[in-house]
């Protein structure tokens, strides 16, 4: 069965500093890795996505996260932090040999940015 | 559309009565997911569609949930005999292609009394 967690409820960190929200995943197949991200009361926004290839994915908003096989994670990154980030993240996974199934969900982060 | 529309975007109710909540996709996207989120909490798999069939429901809570779609579109999710614990944020989500993002509406906000 796959899986993913998100080892952090929430993370803390100051505008502009480096923000970095965690994510293992677990899959028998090969992964196709996601980040979504959710403001109060509305829908989740896609961030970016690993399906093959280099392993940092850059996506909107100045994100980007690092695939590594390895350790299984899949570690979402912003270089400076803004007020406006914060918000709920969730990573998800699907694997490969059921690429039309669900996406697996992690818990969520809560990203809090202080000014 | 230009999103994935919800209908409605908040639903008031009473314990024990049936409510419908509709989802239309971007257009041209096959496969269509159901999620549900509690308040503060994750999101949990319901259903999914690819066209009309759906291939995976192994999520629906219990036999009070159903859903269908039709042309390849609309779907329909659809809760009989509301119960409080059913209260919460319905998700839908649209997806063109085998590997790709999962495109949300705004959701539906569910509330039982």
């Known amino acids: 069965a796959q899986s993913v967690a998100q080892p952090e409820d929430q993370v803390n960190v100051a505008e502009g500093n480096p923000l970095t929200v965690k994510c293992t995943y677990s899959?028998?197949?090969?992964?196709?890795l996601f980040w979504y991200v959710q403001y109060p009361n509305r829908g989740l926004q896609f961030l970016l996505k690993y399906i093959t290839g280099d392993n940092l994915v850059k996506g909107s908003y100045g994100f980007e996260a690092e695939f590594n096989k390895s350790q299984t994670s899949f570690h979402l990154k912003k270089p400076s932090a803004l007020v406006s980030d914060s918000a709920l993240y969730f990573c998800?996974?699907?694997?490969?040999?059921?690429?039309?199934?669900?996406?697996?969900f992690g818990a969520g982060t809560q990203v809090v940015v202080t000014p | 559309g230009a999103g994935v529309s919800q209908s409605p975007s908040n639903k008031v109710t009473e314990k024990g009565k049936d409510v419908e909540l509709r989802c239309d996709p971007i257009s041209g996207h096959t496969a269509l997911y159901w999620y549900r989120q509690s308040l503060g909490q994750g999101l949990e798999f319901l259903i999914y569609?690819?066209?009309?069939?759906?291939?995976?429901k192994s999520g629906l809570p219990s036999d009070r949930f159903s859903a269908e779609r039709t042309g390849g579109s609309v779907s329909t999710l659809t809760i009989q005999r509301t119960q409080q614990e059913d209260s919460a944020v319905y998700l839908c989500a649209s997806s063109s292609t085998s590997v790709g993002e999962l495109f949300f509406g705004e959701g539906s906000r569910l509330t039982v009394l």
């Open positions: 899959v028998s197949g090969n992964p196709y």
């Open positions: 998800a996974v699907r694997v490969s040999t059921d690429s039309w199934g669900k996406l697996q």
């Open positions: 569609f690819q066209g009309n069939s759906a291939p995976d």
